[in-house]
């Protein structure tokens, strides 16, 4: 069983930046390719960012790249999910996400490859 807790959503202007955290525990950390998602009302999860266990590979959206950076620190067992100049588009509710398999090239970025869920946070940008 693996427990994922997301915090550091939030109210941010356009422009803004936030940094969400996702605390990892249950099972060893390095083992785990980790995933961050998004969900706007109405629309279907969206992927953002992926993380290969032991953090050698991270592939970001295109929609987001250049202003998200994705990160895991092994000593603390938590990811990280960097957004700097938030548009109002980035609001949803931000879940991280653990795939206990293999890096998969073809699937990272989809959802249903991925075993676990936290909570997730909300994000909202004004504009």
């Known amino acids: 069983q693996v427990q994922l807790v997301e915090s550091g959503g939030g109210l941010v202007q356009a422009g803004g930046s936030l940094r969400l955290s996702c605390a990892v525990s249950g099972r060893a950390f390095r083992t785990l390719n980790m995933g961050w998602f998004r969900q706007a009302p109405g629309k279907e999860r969206e992927f953002i960012a992926a993380m290969s266990g032991g953090g050698g590979r991270t592939r970001v959206a295109d929609s987001v790249k250049g202003r998200f950076t994705a990160s895991r620190d092994t000593a603390k067992n938590t990811v990280y999910l960097k957004m700097n100049s938030l548009k109002p588009e980035d609001t949803a509710v931000y879940y991280c996400?653990?795939?206990?398999?293999?890096?998969?090239?073809?699937?990272?970025?989809?959802?249903?490859?991925?075993?676990?869920w936290g909570q997730g946070t909300q994000v909202t940008v004004s504009s």
């Open positions: 996400a653990a795939d206990l398999g293999y890096w998969n090239v073809n699937s990272y970025g989809n959802s249903e490859q991925y075993d676990y």
